[in-house]
């Protein structure tokens, strides 16, 4: 015996024109986050104070549009020696424009668990 199943809502199948622009606004997107991420990685954003260590909330602006994102900074952080920079890109459902639930997933609730493992700044933007 065959079901089939049938239905009255409609199909929704989006033409070229509507898939392209939706390629070129998420690339725009990602390209924005990498240019804040290489500011980011020039040292002085990274941190205002010099003694600033663990998750620290931050924003930055770009083309009008204020971005904020958290860098975790390690205890014993020093700005004349050099440290590897990670940077987390969250999954779908951390985005926002809190600047915070990125931070609480994957690898920040891995450094909150086990911060000795993580001699490392890690800088993790939200889109």
Known sequence: MRYRFES???EFTPGAAAIESMKVEQMS???R?????TILGSGSALCAKPHETGFLNRRVA???TEYRYVVYVPDGWDKHKKWPVILF???SGERGEDGLIQSEVGLGG???RHVERYPAV???PQC
Do not use: T
Not at 33 to 37: C, D, G, N
């Open 33 to 37: 986050l990498l240019s804040i991420v």
């Open 62 to 64: 770009s083309q009008g």
């Open 29 to 31: 997107k990602v390209l």
């Open 8 to 10: 009255n809502i409609p």
């Open 89 to 91: 890109l969250h999954g």
């Open 110 to 112: 891995a450094i909150r």
């Open 122 to 124: 890690v800088v993790m």
